[in-house]
């Protein structure tokens, strides 16, 4: 089994940075895929990003796109969130996640098999 937790999460201005770290830890060998999801206060989950163990493969939501970057590094079996532009429409709990598959489906419909904790990010306007 793998154990996920997240770091990095807090207070914020508008406009400011975030690094969100989720550390991985257990049978890591068998994690295919890695990313974060994001709920915010009456919200539905949101899918935020996710990235290929290998790093090859990266995935956005739309509404981050071109503000987020994720990335990771398999030596500290850790991922990163970097995360720019923020918005108060960013405040929200970020939970990284993983899975032994592939990106797919799964990542649409937030069924993943391992999930962290949470982390909360609060942007203020």
């Known amino acids: 089994q793998v154990q996920l937790v997240e770091s990095g999460g807090g207070l914020v201005q508008a406009g400011g940075s975030l690094r969100l770290s989720c550390a991985a830890s257990?049978?890591?060998?068998?994690?295919?895929?890695m990313g974060w999801f994001r709920q915010a206060p009456g919200k539905e989950r949101e899918f935020v990003a996710a990235?290929?163990?290998?790093?090859?493969?990266?995935y956005y939501g739309d509404s981050v796109k071109g503000r987020f970057t994720i990335s990771n590094d398999n030596v500290k079996n850790t991922v990163y969130l970097q995360m720019n532009s923020l918005t108060p429409e960013d405040t929200a709990v970020y939970y990284c996640?993983?899975?032994?598959?592939?990106?797919?489906?799964?990542?649409?419909?937030?069924?993943?098999?391992?999930w962290g904790q949470g982390t909360l990010v609060t942007v203020s306007s």
């Open positions: 996640a993983a899975d032994r598959r592939p990106y797919g489906s799964s990542w649409s419909r937030g069924d993943l098999e391992v």
């Open positions: 257990g049978r890591t060998f068998s994690t295919s895929t």
């Open positions: 990235i290929s163990w290998s790093g090859a493969g990266r």
